[in-house]
């Protein structure tokens, strides 16, 4: 077998492939809801709904961001009024990230769009084969992290 068949055939590409077609048809959704969010905001306000100010760094460690690309996410955030930085009182060097009312309201606007979303991608694939899936990713996942340094990823 060629390199190239090796390739097509391998779960690589299809990760691509999907995760495109997914980020596309959430930003559309979105958009056609007048939810003004992309996937990388929607994700951090999720982060934030579940633990509300969280250190920047911490931030940049559970969204698989390095920190400058962080800090331009963030920086786009505040302006849309989805969030906002606050210096630690323990800590001044420390900033906090919170949400605020605004972003609250967003994420509760973009609910039921990503439902709908996750309810379109899901369509028709039985629940012990998404269940399957999701268990081979989580090995995926494992599988890049132990395989070595991934620094570019959280720093």
């Not at 769009?113 to 629940?127: C, F, H, K, M, R």
């Amino acid at each position: 077998m060629s390199t190239q068949t090796e390739i097509d055939s391998s779960i690589l590409p299809w990760l691509g492939r999907s995760m495109k077609l997914v980020r596309y048809h959430m930003t559309d959704s979105f958009k056609a809801q007048g939810v003004k969010l992309s996937q990388p905001q929607l994700v951090m306000l999720i982060i934030l709904l579940k633990k509300d100010a969280q250190p920047q760094s911490s931030l940049a460690f559970l969204t698989n961001r390095n920190k400058a690309s962080l800090a331009r996410l963030i920086d786009t955030m505040e302006k849309k009024n989805l969030v906002e930085r606050l210096h630690s009182e323990n800590d001044k060097r420390v900033n906090l990230v919170h949400l605020t009312k605004h972003g609250k309201e967003t994420l509760m606007k973009a609910f039921p769009v990503l439902q709908n979303v996750i309810s379109t991608i899901q369509e028709d694939i039985p629940a012990e084969d998404i269940e399957i899936a999701v268990q081979v990713l989580k090995k995926i996942v494992k599988n890049i992290k132990s395989a070595g340094d991934n620094s570019t990823l959280t720093n």
